[in-house]
T-cell receptor, first 111, second 117 residues
Framework: SQKIEQNSEALNIQEGKTATLTCNYT??????LQWYRQDPGRGPVFLLL?????KEKRKERLKVTFDTTLKQSLFHITASQPADSATYLC??????????FGAGTRLFVKA | EAGVAQSPRYKIIEKRQSVAFWCNPI?????LYWYQQILGQGPKLLIQ????????DSQLPKDRFSAERLKGVDSTLKIQPAKLEDSAVYLC???????????????FGPGTRLTVL
């Protein structure tokens, strides 16, 4: 069956450290993958998109990798800040013009 | 640029009652999505419109949920009758068009939190 899996346990890190979140998928062959941020009581906000032929994408303190062999994407936040605390969702295009979201990983950054 | 607007923000109803949600997407966005997000889960697509035609409604419980997008702009999602398990946040999103990385980024509204008692 098709699945997207993100760490269900919350990730707690100290301010200034690098946060790394994982997104694994099975039985999909996405042309691209997206990461969104969701704060409590708000809708998700788009952060980054990475295509299948791109290994890595960066935007300010954010970095995303995409390994189509491992069927995995890693999302990194460097020099993390308490304001980075949120839930991070990965989403992939399922080949049929539909976007499938993972359940998200909650990140807590302690000052 | 105005974002995606949704109303109401909160709604509390008794089971077996009906409820309707409204969404106004970003101007010029052809694709509109309704998602259901249960606490602790990711958004689940209920229905996807391209202009005013339905692209995907495979996960819409059609015996109780209905949606329409008149004139390819605003959309309403209705639940009738509501069940306890319908308690969730209903998110509306829009994008230029699906299936291509340059146009598939979705912009979400704030959502409507529905509580069914």
């Amino acid at each position: 069956s098709q699945k997207i899996e993100q760490n269900s346990e919350a990730l707690n890190i100290q301010e200034g450290k690098t946060a790394t979140l994982t997104c694994n998928y099975t039985n999909y062959s996405p042309a691209y993958l997206q990461w969104y941020r969701q704060d409590p009581g708000r809708g998700p906000v788009f952060l980054l998109l990475i295509r299948e032929n791109e290994k890595e994408k960066r935007k300010e303190r954010l970095k995303v990798t995409f390994d189509t062999t491992l069927k995995q994407s890693l999302f990194h936040i460097t020099a993390s800040q308490p304001a980075d605390s949120a839930t991070y969702l990965c989403a992939l295009e399922d080949g049929g013009f539909k976007t499938i979201f993972g359940a998200g990983t909650r990140l807590f950054v302690k000052a | 640029e105005a974002g995606v607007a949704q109303s109401p923000r909160y709604k509390i109803i008794e089971k077996r009652q009906s409820v309707a949600f409204w969404c106004n997407p970003i101007s010029g966005h052809a694709t509109l999505y309704w998602y259901q997000q249960i606490l602790g889960q990711g958004p689940k697509l209920l229905i996807q419109f391209q202009n005013n035609g339905v692209v995907d409604d495979s996960q819409l419980p059609k015996d109780r949920f209905s949606a329409e997008r008149l004139k390819g702009v605003d959309s309403t999602l209705k639940i009738q009758p509501a069940k306890l398990e319908d308690s969730a946040v209903y998110l509306c999103a829009s994008s230029l068009s699906p299936g291509a990385p340059s146009t598939d980024t979705q912009y979400f509204g704030p959502g409507t939190r529905l509580t069914v008692l």
